[in-house]
């Protein structure tokens, strides 16, 4: 799969940091606004899809590999539940909120609900991106075989 | 009892970093599964002790009071299916570590594994509709995955009917939750019983259709079974194991016991629509699985009519037929796997599961002929294994009832399961051997071990059937019978 | 009423998965089945005259609408989300397969 025109390229160079932090905002403010893991962690995502739509999938697999992505997946995932594990260590209850509550609409609140939004966020773009590279990659897969 | 959530907790956690060490050796993932399956299994043991004591527990996570917070409710129900799930997993587990060799991604095969029993323990334990469906969910989506394991042309056929169909389950479902909160206001299970009490308007009854049709889509009663004798014998032969063994049970019929017994309360209509679709499948099951060539297909279909019998027991209301539904649950779990694994084992060796390529293999395969011999006589109903006495419960219950024409119909179909058995065992493994069959040998060790076990579960649930029943069974039908005090036990307790 | 339209979309859907032969098109029809049901979830939240259920600086004890659904709303597409990735990585090694996408001549399990 090859890239795009040289517009979208540059426009994507100019675009794509932005996107990136518009998706770690929604994830870090998600107990303020609307938004919160999901969305954040799909917005960070097709933010890489972007990119490997634009430079095409050659140039892509050396910067974004599969491998980090399922890492980072996993690591999300085991960030959450240590979180939600950590509950019954300090207070006696699976997923107590243990670190202080803060003060309503400010960022620093709401205990752990923001930690755990960053693991969910990882997790989601992770995932998200492994599967559009397995999707993609098994393209690949079928177009080599078609020669022989 | 800090112990309740590690159910749910521990299987996740294993998934994961099973994805992460994917890259070292086969033995590390291996060991790992087993050893997490182990103890889960032993932790479910220890659960019965501290149950006896505390009586009905709810565990309230985060510290949120119900009817607001998510809480996890253990009684005699749950723990009775989490000590099937359980144990059925580690000695699947166990098969598993020497079948798998000849897939290449095992790490990611063991990961989606402990997915589906995170996901089949969390929809045990929840006491909350949205935790049922979300992990109703993660089970589901885990198995269509497993299922298509072993990427062959029928594997992908089979699991995408299984997927399309269990789908459109899942949407009905969640259609009836939220049919449910815009009628009541809360998710909470005992909340909501508490608040439908008396009432019957037109939604209320369409919610309880589509929970029957969503659930009994996904345990396979008669109008809804047309994806299991796809996917069942396509899955690789532990997945058809956890699959027929358990995944039914946990996702289908237990989330039915629970709906309708708990929290919306078994009326004269609710019992007979139970009774008239358990003896439907028993009857459709066991005639369809009279003329089928390919093993493991007979022992889907097998597994729709054990099912029907499941839920004709529950139909029946007292005492007897539920004590003796339930306990079929359990025999049905040991039974049936037992008789997968074998299957699996039969195919690992001769790489067949056509019937009429086969015949006496029980000369060169001993262990698995004589294990399959011991599931399919008590599938059957003969004394002394376990299935006797769970028939003889199921048909004391219906004669108390007084439906003598269904014990009859029951009784028939008794003997037509023991006849397709006894075609089957005939034809498999007794009988004069092939010559292309004479260089086989018997399945490795683990394989065998774990088969073993599941025999002497057989066996022995059948010999002491009486404590069984006291210890484990007993405070399972007695939440059952209560119906709609469990409601003002969680809340009040 | 509107929960009506919703069934309607729903019977769309179902439509989809029952008539059509092509298995790209099922996937599509399960998918709008998920959206009717979504779209019936959080039409359940609805107050009259609510406003979003935000609480910020200037807001004041204004009638909210039902926050619940949409919570609810969110995980069941994040669920959808996976569903459907794996549908339709399966429609894809099918076609490699079996070398069509046509429901009717996919049938080799029967009986």
């Given at each position: 799969m090859k890239g795009m025109t040289i517009i979208v390229k540059t426009i994507t160079k100019f675009l794509s940091p932005l996107i990136i932090l518009f998706g770690v905002y929604i994830v870090l403010h998600g107990h303020l606004?609307?938004?919160?893991?999901?969305?954040?962690?799909?917005?960070?995502?097709?933010?890489?899809?972007?990119?490997?739509?634009?430079?095409?999938?050659?140039?892509?697999?050396?910067?974004?590999?599969?491998?980090?992505?399922?890492?980072?997946?996993?690591?999300?995932?085991?960030?959450?539940?240590?979180?939600?594990?950590?509950?019954?260590?300090?207070?006696?209850?699976?997923?107590?909120?243990?670190?202080?509550?803060?003060?309503?609409?400010?960022?620093?609140?709401?205990?752990?609900?923001?930690l755990c939004y960053i693991?969910?966020?990882?997790?989601?773009?992770?995932?998200?991106?492994?599967?559009?590279?397995a999707l993609v990659l098994f393209k690949a897969g079928e177009e080599k075989e078609k020669p022989q | 009892m800090n112990l309740i959530p590690l159910f749910i907790a521990v299987p996740l956690g294993v998934a994961f970093i099973l994805a992460l060490l994917g890259k070292f050796?086969?033995?590390?993932?291996?060991?790992?599964?087993?050893?997490?399956?182990?103890?889960?299994?032993?932790?479910s043991f220890v659960l019965i002790g501290q149950l006896k004591t505390h009586g009905i527990f709810v565990y309230t996570v985060g510290k949120w009071t119900p009817p607001w917070g998510i809480n996890l409710v253990l009684d005699g129900l749950s723990l009775l299916m989490l000590i099937v799930i359980n144990t059925v997993s580690f000695l699947v587990i166990l098969y598993s570590v020497s079948y798998m060799k000849k897939f290449t991604a095992k790490s990611r095969y063991y990961a989606l594994f402990m997915l589906?029993?995170?996901?089949?323990?969390?929809?045990?334990?929840?006491?909350?509709?949205?935790?049922?469906?979300?992990?109703?969910?993660?089970?589901?989506?885990?198995?269509?995955?497993?299922?298509?394991?072993?990427?062959?042309?029928?594997e992908l056929e089979a699991s995408f009917k299984y997927m399309v169909m269990g789908s459109i389950a899942s949407i009905l479902i969640l259609f009836s939750v939220g049919l449910l909160y815009g009628l009541t206001g809360s998710l909470n299970m005992a909340d909501v019983g508490r608040m439908i009490q008396g009432r019957r308007n037109v939604f209320l009854s369409f919610s309880m259709t589509l929970f029957l049709?969503?659930?009994?889509?996904?345990?396979?009663?008669?109008?809804?079974?047309?994806?299991?004798?796809?996917?069942?014998?396509?899955?690789?032969?532990?997945?058809?194991?956890?699959?027929?063994?358990?995944?039914?049970?946990?996702?289908?019929?237990?989330?039915?016991?629970?709906?309708?017994?708990?929290?919306?309360?078994?009326?004269?209509?609710?019992?007979?629509t139970f009774m008239i679709l358990g003896c439907v499948s028993m009857i459709g099951g066991g005639l369809l699985a009279l003329r089928q060539e390919d093993l493991k297909r007979l022992l889907a279909y097998s597994s729709i009519s054990q099912i029907g019998y499941i839920i004709l027991g529950l139909g029946c209301g007292n005492y007897w037929g539920i004590m003796g539904a339930l306990f079929h649950l359990l025999n049905h779990a040991s039974f049936k796997s037992l008789l997968f694994l074998n299957s699996g084992a039969v195919e690992y060796s001769t790489g067949t599961r056509k019937l009429e390529k086969m015949g006496g293999l029980s000369k060169v395969m001993p262990v698995t002929g004589a294990t399959s011999t011991i599931a399919s006589l008590s599938i059957s109903g003969i004394p002394p294994f376990n299935g006797f006495w769970s028939k003889l419960f199921i048909i004391i219950g219906l004669i108390q009832a007084g439906h003598f024409v269904l014990a009859v119909i029951t009784i028939l179909v008794s003997v037509l399961t023991l006849a397709y058995y006894l075609r089957m065992q005939r034809y498999a493994f007794f009988g004069k051997l092939k010559e292309s069959l004479e260089k086989i040998k018997e399945a490795p060790f683990l394989m065998s071990?774990?088969?073993?076990?599941?025999?002497?579960?057989?066996?022995?649930?059948?010999?002491?059937?009486?404590?069984?029943?006291?210890?484990?069974?007993?405070?399972?039908?007695?939440?059952?019978?209560?119906?709609?005090?469990?409601?003002?036990?969680v809340l009040g307790g | 009423m509107i929960f009506f339209l919703c069934f309607v979309?729903?019977?769309?859907?179902?439509?989809?998965?029952?008539?059509?032969?092509?298995?790209?098109?099922?996937?599509?029809?399960?998918?709008?089945?998920?959206?009717?049901?979504?779209?019936?979830?959080?039409?359940?939240?609805?107050?009259?005259?609510?406003?979003?259920?935000?609480?910020?600086?200037?807001?004041?004890?204004?009638?909210?609408?039902?926050?619940?659904?949409?919570?609810?709303?969110?995980?069941?597409?994040?669920?959808?989300?996976?569903?459907?990735?794996?549908?339709?990585?399966?429609?894809?090694?099918?076609?490699?397969?079996?070398?069509?996408?046509d429901i009717t001549k996919i049938r080799r399990l029967k009986g």
């Open positions: 606004t609307p938004g919160g893991g999901f969305p954040g962690g799909v917005m960070i995502a097709s933010c890489f899809i972007l990119l490997t739509l634009a430079y095409g999938k050659e140039a892509a697999y050396k910067k974004l590999k599969r491998s980090t992505s399922s890492v980072v997946e996993s690591l999300g995932v085991l960030i959450f539940l240590i979180f939600a594990l950590l509950g019954i260590f300090v207070g006696g209850y699976f997923f107590l909120n243990f670190l202080p509550l803060g003060h309503p609409l400010k960022i620093i609140s709401a205990g752990i609900i923001p693991g969910v966020g990882l997790e989601v773009a992770g995932a998200i991106f492994a599967v559009f590279l | 050796k086969e033995v590390v993932s291996d060991l790992l599964a087993a050893l997490s399956t182990l103890s889960l299994a032993i932790l589906m029993l995170a996901g089949m323990n969390g929809v045990v334990l929840t006491g909350d509709f949205f935790n049922l469906f979300v992990f109703s969910e993660v089970a589901a989506i885990s198995s269509y995955a497993l299922v298509a394991f072993g990427v062959e042309a029928e049709a969503g659930f009994g889509l996904k345990a396979a009663v008669i109008p809804f079974h047309a994806w299991l004798p796809d996917a069942h014998p396509s899955a690789p032969a532990p997945i058809s194991a956890m699959l027929s063994g358990v995944l039914i049970k946990a996702l289908g019929v237990y989330a039915l016991m629970r709906i309708f017994f708990n929290v919306f309360g078994m009326g004269l209509q609710l019992y007979w071990f774990s088969v073993i076990v599941l025999a002497i579960i057989c066996l022995g649930v059948g010999i002491l059937f009486y404590p069984v029943m006291k210890i484990v069974l007993e405070p399972a039908v007695e939440v059952l019978q209560e119906g709609i005090r469990y409601s003002s036990l | 979309i729903f019977l769309i859907g179902l439509y989809c998965v029952i008539v059509k032969k092509n298995i790209l098109k099922i996937v599509i029809g399960i998918a709008i089945m998920e959206y009717a049901v979504n779209l019936f979830l959080i039409l359940l939240g609805y107050r009259w005259e609510g406003v979003p259920a935000i609480v910020t600086e200037t807001v004041t004890q204004a009638k909210f609408v039902d926050p619940l659904p949409q919570a609810l709303v969110l995980t069941a597409i994040v669920i959808s989300i996976a569903t459907l990735a794996l549908m339709v990585s399966l429609c894809i090694r099918i076609h490699q397969r079996y070398k069509t996408f």
